[in-house]
C-alpha cells in the first residue's frame, strides 16, 4: 500500500520574530500573572506510600502484612519511599537526510514510573521476607495476569495503576538491618488528587505575640518583612534628609496597597491615622491577611495622624 507524506508551508516560521517585539511589554504583565515562594512555603500533611492490588471487578486482593492483625490486609506500607521518578517519552522519527528536516510523532512511549525505597530487616520488623512474598505471590506482572488484577500504587495524592516490571533488593554489611528496594511500574492509568488550582494562602500565624508581629504573606512575591524594611529605611533617609516626606507617604502607601487597601482615598484617610505612633508605642493595624506594626509616618511628632 503506497503511503504518501503531505508537506505544507510551515505557518510558525514568523512567530518568534514577532513575539520577541512584545516580550518587554508581556515581562510587565506577567507580574500579575506570576507566582514564586517568596513568602515561604506551606508544608503539605505526612503521608504513607501504599500498595495495593485489585482484580478487574473491584475486589482486594489481600496481601501479605505483619502490621496488622492475622497478618494479611487489602494494603502494604510495608517500605519507605525515599525517591521516585516519573519520565515521559514521545514516539517519534526525525528525518534529516534530505532537505529541511522533518519529525514525525506516533503518540507516546510506555510510561514507566522508577521506586526507590528501603526495606526494614530486623527480626520485629521483616519487610525484606515479606516484600518478596508479596512480589512473588501478587506484584510481578505475570501473576497480575493470572489473576486478572493490577497493581496500584499510592502516594502524594496520586494514584498509579500499572504492573510491576522488575524489583531488585540490595543489602549492605554496614547497615544490616535495612535493605534498598527499587521497582518499576509499567503505568496503565494514573491521577492526580491534588488541588492544582488552589493558590490560597496559609491561615495567619501570629509568630511573636508578646512583640505582636507576624510574618504572613501579603502575596506569593511579596514579602511583607521585606516591604517593611524597604518602609524602615525610607524614614531614616528621610530623617537624615535624603528623602522626603513625600517618597516616605508613598512607600507606606504601597505596603498598605499590596496588605489588602486598594482605594487610594482609603489609603490616604485610614493609613496615616492607622499607622501614626507617638515614638513609644505602636497602633497594630489589620489589612487582609496582613498584621503589621505601626510605623511614624512623620519621622518625629507627638502622635496622632499627619
Known amino acids: 500500500m503506497p503511503v504518501f ?26 507580574e500579575w500573572m506570576v507566582r514564586r515562594p517568596l513568602r515561604g512555603i506551606q508544608l503539605s500533611e505526612p503521608s504513607y506510600a501504599r500498595l495495593e492490588v485489585r482484580r478487574a471487578n473491584g475486589k482486594v486482593v489481600l496481601l501479605k502484612n505483619a502490621s496488622v ?57 521483616q519487610w525484606q521476607a515479606e516484600w518478596w512474598h508479596n512480589y512473588e505471590s501478587f506484584f510481578r506482572g505475570t501473576r497480575l495476569v493470572e489473576l486478572s488484577a493490577r497493581l496500584y500504587l499510592y502516594f502524594d495524592g496520586r494514584v498509579v495503576e500499572g504492573y510491576m516490571l522488575d524489583s531488585q533488593v540490595s543489602q549492605n554489611a554496614q547497615e544490616p538491618n535495612t535493605a534498598a528496594l527499587t521497582f518499576s511500574i ?12 488552589s493558590g490560597s494562602f496559609p491561615e495567619p500565624q501570629q509568630l511573636d505575640p508578646e512583640g505582636q508581629e507576624s510574618r504572613v504573606a501579603v502575596a506569593d512575591n511579596t514579602d511583607e518583612y521585606v516591604l517593611r524594611e524597604s518602609l524602615d529605611d525610607a524614614r531614616e533617609e528621610q530623617q537624615e534628609g535624603i528623602v522626603t516626606d513625600e517618597e516616605v ?5 504601597k505596603l498598605l496597597r499590596q496588605s489588602g487597601v486598594e482605594d487610594d482615598s482609603q489609603v490616604s484617610s485610614e493609613g496615616n491615622s492607622l499607622l ?30 499627619s
Open 5 to 30: 507524506v503531505l508537506i505544507e508551508e510551515d505557518g510558525f516560521a514568523s512567530n518568534p520574530e514577532e513575539l520577541a517585539k512584545d516580550s518587554k511589554e508581556d515581562n510587565a504583565l506577567l
Open 69 to 125: 492483625d492475622g497478618n494479611e490486609g487489602h494494603t502494604t506500607s510495608n517500605f519507605i519511599v525515599v525517591a521516585l521518578s516519573e519520565a515521559r517519552q514521545e514516539k517519534y522519527q526525525l528525518l534529516e537526510t534530505f532537505g529541511q528536516n522533518y519529525g514525525f510523532f506516533f503518540g507516546e512511549r510506555p510510561r514507566v514510573i522508577q521506586v526507590s525505597a528501603q526495606l526494614l530487616n530486623t527480626s520485629d520488623f
Open 186 to 197: 509499567w503505568v496503565t492509568g494514573y491521577f492526580d488528587n491534588r488541588d492544582i488550582e
Open 249 to 253: 507617604r508613598l512607600a507606606s502607601n
Open 276 to 305: 501614626a505612633t507617638d515614638g513609644s508605642s505602636s497602633t497594630q493595624a489589620t489589612h487582609g491577611a496582613v498584621m503589621f506594626s505601626g510605623v511614624n509616618l512623620s519621622g518625629s511628632g507627638t502622635g496622632g495622624a
